[in-house]
């Protein structure tokens, strides 16, 4: 093999390494404009639905538009959609729910299991209107 060959073989290992940085998944809980069906779903066309589930823990407001506060009550629960999404979306879900803060919390999903993935919620440090 000659030695460009190897250096052309290397960088296409290195390529596909990148590319595959590129497609990580994502857990997110949608339960607001996200939602199938309404308008800001268009940003997660491309991702995959999982299931329907519910988040405890969180109650549901809206006041223009939907939002979530975290309560620590367990009997306050916020239904929704868990989506598998790749980092370049997420991204653009960061931009889109700017003003929001992203964390990670577990989602009961309708088939029984149990999924950590991230939610947006109302960052009452940010935005003090609720």
Do not use: R
Not at 113 to 124: F, N, Q, R, T
């Amino acid at each position: 093999m000659k030695k460009n060959d190897q250096s052309n073989k290397k960088h296409n290992k290195n390529k596909s390494v990148m590319d595959n940085s590129m497609i990580n998944k994502n857990y997110v809980f949608v339960y607001g404009t996200l939602k199938k069906n309404y308008n800001n779903h268009v940003y997660i066309l491309n991702s995959d639905f999982i299931d329907n589930g519910i988040i405890k823990g969180y109650a549901l407001y809206v006041y223009l538009l939907p939002y979530a506060i975290k309560t620590n009550n367990k009997k306050d629960f916020i239904k929704g959609e868990l989506y598998k999404v790749n980092d370049y979306d997420l991204k653009i879900l960061d931009s889109l729910e700017n003003g929001y803060k992203k964390i990670k919390d577990n989602v009961k999903l309708n088939n029984g299991s149990v999924i950590s993935a991230y939610i947006y919620i109302l960052d009452k440090s940010v935005n003090n209107e609720y």
